[in-house]
């Protein structure tokens, strides 16, 4: 082979496959990882060294478990020193010299790797262990390329310096023949070899599929890089762009600022020159009078030099004249204040620190969400909430569109909270249809935009029979409904009815009414014993009142300040515990009839604003968080507006109040005042006890309905949309 030959092969081969990237060298003894990469052994051995023993790839940085035996037992890059090999071979390939070092080789044996002379290749040929070696001229070895050269000889076994045949399918390693007889034998159980061409036909079927794959993740990867590119391109010339807007825009607000600045000094030109006329006019007439009373002065002076009879002839005049200019004394004010000021507009100024524009890496509809409910009630104002993420937004860039059933469409303005979150109010929604809200920034849409709303229908939605009479119910965070019913259990149904399990807490254990708390737990009145707190599995955390309560009803927690009320139906009060202490910190209330007095107290929640809602055995109270007696909210009576043995009150997001009552279920505003009956008089609602918000959007509510027809009972719970 030729020298130049050889000089363009390494140009090909040795930057890519036979340089060590740790020392940057040829590679000494190359030692292959699993992700490819190969290293000189020594180089490796250094670099794990230095890695505190542990075995990272020093190009791709991926971690192997070191193999039992040492780097020395990683597998070999066969091609590389196949590479290797054939390099070595060059030079005594390109001399030619026979073997036996006297005469000019003719042929090359492929299985010694010896160049032979005529006379050393007949000998060889006699040699019954090399007779049948396969010969190559030197004629044809110089025009062979240097991977025809490397092929001409395959690795051998390290064991037994022949040539794979076989390759063992559960090693996954080519062996010798004598391997496949003794260390991979089938006979073992754990090995199964075949013909190494079997192998290798099934290893060019793979490698086709998988080389397709490659090519096809290469393309992609291909168009992602083109895209990527595009993408760097796009980046900087919208940079340019931007900056070229910038000063645009700041040249615009300049120049407009330039004109008013020349605009406020032409006005302050003209009020300078009205005010300077009026001062001027003023100027010339003092002048003048100052003149005119001098001379009056001199003529004065020059008679009293005269002798008596000749001044007395004038002197009437001169002193006439002189009181005359005398009384003009009073024009001597300036008839203007000689001022001209400039008013700073500094509000103008703070804003145009802030309001000259922003800057973004997205674009504002990509910085937007659109949050809101699907489904709303008449009458109900729906609120849709627009979530800001990175980037400045305002609100002059956003457009909402609310499109009626009919087709017609509104636009809405959207409004800003105090805690600067957007929202688009989109009025009252009084037909049972399906209404459609769009919102954009600068012209796009953002995300979950366009948003579907249904309005549903009012009244009795669902009703869940249940076989056990019902004390009370809350609602928990999956959807779904606990219903208690003075036992150990607590009955868990989906809000479609479907039943689903039960929490089954301590025998001695009896659940009156419930609270549920937002970390999961689960606030009871244990029946005329105290209030305890279980968890979803039925431990109970915490027993609060023992000894001060003797007939706990409804419960609420305030886990903001950590406490928990109860109402006691025996004792008529409300008392408040430190939930973590669980000691008594006020007693709200006293016993009897009068207003800020309690009677068979029932059940208690807080409002909003955190006062407390206190419901007896006809009316419904409020007092002040600490316990000061407010107003009477709702009276005793049988009309609507009024209660009968009431059981159960809660209040929604709005501060509207919902009562359960003899037959009725009713909804007060926050004053008190009578809004409706939720229920009609066919929905069953006989003796109602607790109450639990299902939803705000819609408004929905469940009552445990407890129905006594004709001496037998049926218990059921009853979903309201309101």
Known sequence: MATSELNQFLENVDEKILECTICFKRLQNPKSLNCLHTFCLACLEDWVRKEKGKLTCPTCSKSYPLPEGGLQKLSPNTISNNLLETIEQFSEINQMKCICGKRQAKYYCQECRHCLCYTCSDHHKILPMSAKHKLHSVEEVQSMTPLQIASLHPPLCSLHNEPFKFFCCICNVPICMHCAITDHSVGEGNHKPISISKAFQTFKETSATLEEAANECKNKL????????????????????????????????????????????????????????VLDVQIEELKTTIFDINTKLSFLNQLLKCDEATAMQSSETVITALKVRTNVLSKAKPNDNGQIKFFKNKQQITSLQCDIGYVSHMRAADCLTLKGEEFVTPGQTIVKIIKTDECKIHANQLKATWTQPAGETNITRVQKDEKGDYFVTLGKC?????????????????????????????????????????????????????????????????????????????????????????NGNIAFSDYNVCIRICNMHGQVIKSIGQGVLKFPQGTYVDEASNFIYVADWCIDYVYMFDIDSGKMIKKIGSRGYEKGQMNLVCDMTLTNQGHILVLDSGRLQLFHKWGRFMKVLVKEGVKNGELTDPRGVVVDE?????????????????????????????????????????????????????????????????????
Request: hydrophobic share 35%; charged share 30%; proline share 2%.
């Open 222 to 277: 291909q168009d992602g890089l083109k895209a990527v590119i595009q993408i760097a391109t796009d980046l900087e010339q919208n940079k340019n762009s931007c900056l070229r807007d910038i000063d645009n825009h700041v040249q615009v607000m300049v120049k407009k600022m330039k004109e008013n600045g020349d605009q406020i000094k032409n006005e302050v030109e003209t009020i300078y020159k009205r005010k300077k006329k």
């Open 430 to 518: 009084t037909s049972l249809c399906i209404y459609k809200l769009d919102v954009s920034a600068d012209g796009e849409p953002i995300k979950q935009s366009p948003l579907t709303i249904r309005v549903q229908k009012e009244g009795l939605v669902n009703t869940i029979q249940i076989n056990k009479v019902i004390c009370d119910l809350v609602r928990c965070k999956d959807d779904c409904l606990l219903v208690s019913n003075v036992s150990n259990e607590i009955h868990k149904f989906k809000l479609s009815g479907e039943y689903i399990g039960k929490i089954t807490l301590p025998k001695v254990v009896r659940v009156y009414r419930m609270y549920k708390m937002k």
């Open 654 to 722: 709005d501060d509207n109040i919902i009562i359960s009552s003899h037959h009725k279920l009713q909804l007060f505003n926050r004053d008190g005042n009578f809004i409706k009956r939720i229920d009609e008089e066919e929905d069953g609602i006989n003796s109602p006890w607790g109450l639990s918000i299902i939803s705000y959007l819609p408004r929905r509510v469940a009552v445990a309905n407890n129905v006594v027809e004709s001496q037998h009972e049926r218990q059921n719970i009853k979903i309201f949309n309101y």
